[in-house]
Nanobody, 125 residues
Framework: QVTLVESGGGLVQTGNSLNLSCVAS?????????LGWFRQAPGKEREFVAA????????QYLDSVKGRFTISRDNAKNMVYLQMNNLNPEDTGVYYC?????????????????WGQGTQVTVAS
């Protein structure tokens, strides 16, 4: 069993920044697998936000966050991060980190095997 724990969420004003973190309980999951961030707003389906390949060289982003969000990873620390800048109210939701079944970066939700419990991000207008 793999445990993923997110942190860093909170309430911010439009235009501000947050940096989300996620730590995994098993090193082999983080070092060999793609990782991703998803979010779920109230009444909406969980959607892909960003993904990163096993070595950190490839990334994918939701179009609406390109240029504002940056995903990164530190395999030595079992950590994945999501730096979120210039936040707006449409970014509000519960943010989840997840570990993929494959080594590549992917936006396909069905490719993710392990999920964290989520951290709330609220952006006030």
């Amino acid at each position: 069993q793999v445990t993923l724990v997110e942190s860093g969420g909170g309430l911010v004003q439009t235009g501000n920044s947050l940096n989300l973190s996620c730590v995994a309980s098993r090193r082999n999951i983080f070092s060999n697998n793609g990782l991703g961030w998803f979010r779920q707003a109230p009444g909406k389906e969980r959607e892909f936000v960003a993904a990163i390949g096993w070595n950190g060289y490839t990334t994918q982003y939701l179009d609406s966050v390109k240029g504002r969000f940056t995903i990164s990873r530190d395999n030595a620390k079992n950590m994945v991060y999501l730096q979120m800048n210039n936040l707006n109210p449409e970014d509000t939701g519960v943010y989840y980190c997840a570990a993929s079944r494959s080594a590549t970066a992917t936006g396909r939700k069905d490719m993710y095997r392990y999920w964290g419990q989520g951290t709330q991000v609220t952006v006030a207008s």
